[in-house]
């Protein structure tokens, strides 16, 4: 799992340098929602296992089940910002 975290660190700096540019100085959880924005690509709010994999977040170590914590087949952008926060919060666990 951890180097799943890591990862979505990377990527979120990956895209930061073009999405801050572009959003005027977004916070890192503006970039996260506008990564998500940009894999919705029927823009209906949340990501269905087919547009996370054309979106390919899978690549980025964590799994479509682990961003869908309520199971219900979709990741909103509420329970994507909810694994961000764990992930990046001092007491997530993450050590590295
Ligand atoms: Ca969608
Ligand atoms: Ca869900």
Redesign the pocket.
């Known amino acids: 799992m951890r180097t799943g975290l890591i990862l979505i660190v990377g990527l979120a700096f990956l895209l930061s340098a073009s999405a801050a540019a572009a959003m005027g100085g977004a916070g890192h959880e503006e970039i996260v929602a506008h990564i998500f924005e940009m894999?919705?690509?029927?823009?209906?709010?949340?990501?269905?296992a087919d547009?996370y994999e054309e979106a390919g977040l899978a690549k980025y170590g964590v799994s479509f089940a682990d961003c869908d914590a309520d199971e219900d087949g979709?990741t909103s952008l509420r329970e994507y910002l909810d694994l961000y926060r764990r992930h990046h919060s001092p007491a997530g666990g993450q050590t590295a």
């Open positions: 894999a919705d690509l029927d823009g209906s709010g949340s990501l269905d547009e979709e």
